[in-house]
């Protein structure tokens, strides 16, 4: 999730759950709900360094943990001579930062969650990295309630709940319904893609990612013996998926400059981070070039932050150079 709806989601908790808070409370929770974005910074050293840091440590189980026993203590610092329970501040702050930890899951990116201890990334693949339906719902949830105060006081009349309760609950508790209605669609676009047989050949592995604006698109790819394929899926109300559709690309067939550009360093790294990797391979002047990038980045026709491997093989199959690039950035002679 963006930086914003995290933001968003941190303040409605606090307003939904915590309504006789402090103000020390809602800047721990507002930091603990966003500070492990700071890995975002890392696009700055490049491709490799961002590919390393941004969801991994910070989103790790441990780095989650460091976060919450870190923004306990600014918010019981912030509180001075007056803070609340220590129990209260831990688990506003706990709340947050496993929200934001969830939020991230819940997406198609992966996070790292078991670090240092293994380089797996998960992802439940139900939400996209910016979903404007959460973002307007969370919206809604905190600004409505502001201007029905202002209204009511400008007539007298004195509300006695907490401020901002009832907006907030509503909020999240849509939001929670959507989230579940996201992953019935994308159990069910998995179930579209898993019966056929794409151009005579029936899939090994199939995923589906979400549309940002239509919860009834999902992007899905497939991989058979020899095929990648992408393909929309219209999951839900019905609709019928035709698997003449899809777009299918032969996978290289196995190669020594292949087999060698897989096993380098970037290479082993890439793949334990990408489900559905699509390997070219070129000849050079002297050597091959091999390019591994996701089928993910693909089916959404998306390349910003966007990662791949290249590998440069002489003529003889040794490594003349690997490294992580960004898509963009890709372009084979």
Same mark, same amino acid.
């Given at each position: /999730? ?26 721990? /929770? ?40 870190? /923004? ?51 992802? /439940?693949?139900?939400?996209? =990295? ?79 990612? =979400? ?22 899926? =219209? ?20 190669? =020594? ?77």
């Amino acid at each position: /999730m963006d930086i914003a709806t995290h933001a968003l989601a941190s303040y409605a908790l606090a307003r939904g759950f915590f309504p006789r808070r402090r103000w020390p409370i809602v800047v721990g /929770m507002l930091l603990a709900g966003t500070i492990a974005d700071i890995d975002l910074l890392s696009v700055l050293s490049g491709p490799a360094a961002y590919f390393a840091i941004r969801r991994t440590y910070t989103h790790s189980l441990l780095g989650t943990l460091a976060i919450i026993v870190l /923004m306990a203590l600014f918010a019981r610092f912030l509180a001075g001579k007056q803070p609340a329970p220590v129990s209260t501040i831990l688990f506003a702050v706990a709340a947050a930062s496993l929200l934001h930890l969830v939020l991230d899951l819940l997406e198609s990116e992966g996070v790292a969650l078991l670090l240092p201890g293994r380089l797996t990334r998960f992802a /439940m693949d139900w939400l996209p =990295p910016v979903d404007p339906w959460i973002l307007a719902v969370l919206g809604a949830g905190i600004l409505l309630p502001e201007l029905v105060r202002l209204v009511t006081s400008e007539i007298g009349v004195k509300d006695k709940a907490p401020r901002g309760r009832g907006g907030a609950l509503v909020a999240l508790s849509l939001i929670t319904l959507y989230v579940g209605a996201r992953a019935v669609l994308h159990g069910g676009s998995l179930a579209v893609l898993e019966p056929h047989s794409y151009h005579g050949e029936s899939p090994h592995h199939v995923g589906s990612f =979400p549309d940002a604006l239509s919860i009834f698109t999902w992007h899905g790819v497939v991989e058979t013996r020899s095929l990648l394929c992408i393909a929309d899926v =219209p999951a839900g109300l019905g609709k019928n998926f035709d698997p003449e559709s899809a777009e299918c690309s032969h996978k290289p067939d196995p190669s =020594p400059e292949l087999e060698a550009a897989q096993n380098t360093a970037v290479a082993r790294e890439f793949l334990l981070a990408e489900p559905f990797p699509r390997a070219v391979v070129a000849k050079s002047s002297d050597g091959y070039e091999v390019v591994l990038r996701s089928m993910r980045d693909v089916a959404e026709d998306e390349i910003r932050r966007r990662i791949a491997a290249h590998i440069v093989l002489d003529g003889d199959f040794k490594i003349s150079e690997q490294e992580l690039v960004w898509v963009r950035d890709v372009h084979l002679h």
